[in-house]
Each structure stands twice: as C-alpha cells, then as structure tokens.
C-alpha cells in the first residue's frame, strides 16, 4: 500500500505561483510514474501533468508552459510548480501512482487563483 500527502497549496493572485509536494511512502518511489490531477467545483477530476520513472513528462495542454512537474527520488517527493496562475486553474489538487493496477490518491491540497 502507498500513502501520498500533498501540500503546499494556497490562496494566489492571477499570475502567481505555487509549488505543490507530494510525498510518497514506500522504498519503490523511483520505480513508479507519478501524476497531478486536479479536480475544480461540479467538474470531474482531470490530468494535469505526469512524470514517468526516467523522468519523461507530459502535460494537459491548458498547463503546457505554465506548469513544470519533477521528482525527487531521494526524497521520494513529486513537485508541480505552477506559474502565471489564472483563476481557471483553481480546484484541489491530487496527487496520483497506479501500482499493480490500483490507483493510490492523496488528501488533496486547495488552490484557489483570486482575480
């Protein structure tokens, strides 16, 4: 079983920026693809960004540019910088690993971009 705690979520003006963190319990971080899904008010939870095992990325593209994910492996943390946020991009954030076909979820953290 894996446990993920996200944080480092907040309140934000457009065109700010955040660094959420997810860490991962477990001696196998590095072995595992990791992701950022987000999920706003009345809409269903979607990908964010991805980051495979050997460090490949990629992005939805309403993030592409703005948002960078990376990893830690030491650490056993996933990160997601984000910048120029924009109002749109508020929803709580979760961070995700599938292992032997089951999807593990954090808590969530809040992000909320103010106009």
């Known amino acids: 079983q894996v446990q993920l705690a996200e944080s480092g979520g907040g309140l934000v003006q457009a065109g700010g920026s955040l660094r959420l963190s997810c860490a991962a319990s477990g001696r196998t971080f590095s072995t595992y693809a990791m992701g950022w899904f987000r999920q706003a008010p009345g809409k269903e939870r979607e990908l964010v960004a991805t980051i495979s095992r050997s460090g490949t990325t990629n992005y939805a593209d309403s993030v592409k540019g703005r948002f960078t994910i990376s990893r830690d492996n030491a650490k056993n943390t996933v990160y997601l910088q984000m910048n120029s946020l924009k109002p749109e991009d508020t929803a709580v954030y979760y961070c995700?690993?599938?292992?032997?076909?089951?999807?593990?979820w954090g808590q969530g953290t809040q992000v909320t971009v103010s106009s």
């Open positions: 995700n690993t599938v292992r032997g076909g089951i999807p593990y």
